[in-house]
């Protein structure tokens, strides 16, 4: 192991993985646990390389961050990372998970590597331990060492991956590409390695290559996954790449069933207030016989479930199904109208927040 900088200083034992040895110290100068990793063959040099590439471009708090690079060749370059204490979700004990623990990890997996792919960075080797719970319970996803750059860099020859949760399309023969749909196909592997306490796989998913997943694996889990997301879940392991939802979509759904019946809003009209939420789900509003409008709160979102008459909303017309926006006006009454022929709602929803 290269020699470090006097301002850090070893603690308890290291780590060895597959091509790197990750030494756990204390960073004399901020007084703060750090992980260092040092590749352990020079021939393995590129996955260092990449790995600090990766990383110094990401920020997200479900991702480990780069606090300080050891200089030196590729041999003796070390990157100095976020020290994350805890087990990682392969030995984690799920046994009594409720289904909203359930979620909030799926939610903050898929953030991380929703923040991933925004950077146009594929991970390349999503896995159950290559992610930590810290003692605050927040994911954090860490070993960059097969990352790449979406485009002309997503190739390879041979495979490189983790079986059980390598993509399909991995599996080829000969150049191989790829994007970041096989860390969703990843990703929804996790989803069903984490839905039972004894991380059992199908079959299918173990063969090489892995076969399509059981039709109607998610809803077939004991945690009691809503229908909706059962299909979404089984979209990210579809066989072609192309019919995989980005993860952006997928972190977003899943919040939605976590927020569930937490959102409220407020509709003002003639300098009276009513509120919208879990409690009180409907709200009636009509002026003359020129417009009236009815909205629920369905728990998910804020719909319009009747429209009649001349409705506008942000000076659209308003239709039943409609959902309305986080903040607009309701006008009831069309434009051609004079001023004391129309009336105005305004209209705010107060979005809550994941809280872990």
Known sequence: MPELPKRYK???????????DVNYCTDTHLDRKVAIKFIQEESEKRRILDELQALL?????HVVQVYDIIPGDAASLGIVEE???????????FSTQSLENYLKILWQVASGIADIHDKGIIHRDIKPNNMKLDGEGVVKIFDFGLARDEGPDAETKGFKGTFGFAAPELFCTGDVTFSTAIDTYAF???????????????????????QPAPVGL?????????????????????????DRPAMRT???????????????????????????????KTV??????????EIVYD???????VAEGEVFINNSPATPGMQLPGSCIIALGAGHRRANQRAFIAFDISNPEVVL
């Open 57 to 61: 471009q990401i920020r997200s708090k």
């Open 10 to 20: 070893p603690i308890g034992h290291g780590a060895c993985g597959g091509f790197s």
């Open 299 to 305: 728990e998910f979102c804020f719909r319009v479930t």
């Open 218 to 242: 998610f809803a077939s889990l004991p945690i009691g996954i809503p229908s909706n997301l059962c299909e979404l879940l089984e979209k990210c392991l579809a066989y072609k790449p192309e």
């Open 83 to 93: 020290f994350v204490e805890g087990e990682d979700l392969l030995t984690s004990d």
């Open 188 to 210: 929804g592997v996790i989803a069903v390695f984490l839905a039972n306490s004894k991380h059992l796989l199908p079959r299918e998913l173990l063969q090489v290559p892995p």
């Open 250 to 280: 997928v972190y977003d759904e899943i919040a939605q069933y976590l927020l569930r019946g937490k959102h409220q809003a407020l509709a003002v009209y003639n300098g009276k207030p009513s509120w919208l939420n879990s409690k009180n």
């Open 284 to 293: 009636h509003l009509e002026y003359s016989l020129i417009g009236k409008i």
